[in-house]
């Protein structure tokens, strides 16, 4: 199973990132799709998901200031962050939760904020 993420790199606060994360056509039409976050010193958490009826969760911390998307025709999620501050510094995942129970997750991408 293979998620891949893109987009990360090296920000300036302020600014906006999108991150896409890529699937296969299985794992986007079955699995339960969305983003995590690791940030320095701190354990991986949830900041947003999208729902399997396709509306969007997101994490207390991060609403206002993430916004989930999907494109069917790429098998692909989105996590667009606008008005990067320090604290969105860290690894983002893009994970599947899958009905046969097994959740699986893809190498992540570095997101880092200078000032």
């Known amino acids: 199973v293979q998620l891949v993420e893109s987009g990360g790199g090296a920000v300036q606060a302020g600014r906006s990132l999108k991150l896409s994360c890529e699937t296969s056509?299985?794992?986007?039409?079955?699995?339960?799709m969305g983003w995590y976050r690791q940030s320095p010193l701190k354990e991986r958490e949830a900041v947003s998901i999208l729902r399997p009826d396709g509306t969007p969760w997101y994490a207390d911390s991060v609403k206002g200031h993430f916004a989930i998307s999907q494109d069917n025709s790429k098998n692909s999620i989105y996590l667009e962050i606008v008005s990067l501050r320090n604290e969105d510094t860290g690894v983002y995942y893009c994970a599947a939760d899958c009905p046969d129970g097994m959740k699986y997750w893809g190498n992540g991408t570095l997101v880092t904020i200078s000032s």
């Open positions: 056509i299985y794992i986007f039409r079955a699995c339960t």
